[in-house]
């Protein structure tokens, strides 16, 4: 028996584990489904499954609550000087407008306005994860996670 076992490792150190989930999140929250194999799509799909619960409730300490998964605190993605130096104010709204449609609080914003009102009389189970039947080159089992409709 494997007592006290809480996730996967997945073969990773823990701060490259949090990362690889918390983009797998981000991306299955923005586009619908990602394709990965099957043991990150499980360790992603109990993350999300979180998040659309907690989008369900809306209030503000659920959305402090979800931004802790989907935005971080990282110091880099709060204030991206270095990234801003010497461009022109074109460029510098362009590159801030990326940035936010990726890990900023605009996909909070989508979480709670458009993927968890989708689920709302649904208790549970909004995701799903299809195997794909093809090997990566390694022997890995790939898969689809998707949000259910």
């Known amino acids: 028996m494997n007592h006290k076992a809480d996730h996967r490792k997945l073969g990773l150190p823990s701060d ?3 990362a690889l989930l918390t983009n797998l999140s ?3 929250v923005r586009h619908g489904y990602i394709h990965t194999t099957l043991g990150r ?3 992603t799909q109990r993350i999300v499954e979180k998040l659309i619960t907690l989008g369900k409730k809306d209030t503000l300490s659920t959305r402090r609550e979800a931004r802790k998964v989907l935005v971080g605190h990282s110091k880099a993605s709060a204030k991206p000087e270095r990234l801003l ?4 104010e074109l460029e510098k709204m362009i590159i801030l407008q ?3 449609l990726i890990n900023g ?3 909070v914003k989508h979480l709670f306005d458009v993927v968890a009102p989708r689920f709302r009389d649904r208790n549970g189970g909004y995701t799903r994860i299809t195997k ?3 090997r990566r080159g390694d022997g890995a089992v790939t898969c689809v996670l ?3 409709d």
């Open 26 to 28: 981000r991306q299955l």
């Open 132 to 134: 794909t039947g093809q």
């Open 98 to 100: 990326d940035r936010s």
């Open 105 to 107: 609080e605009d996909l």
């Open 146 to 148: 998707e949000l259910v």
């Open 85 to 88: 130096a010497g461009k022109t």
């Open 16 to 18: 490259q584990r949090r």
């Open 41 to 43: 799509a499980k360790e």
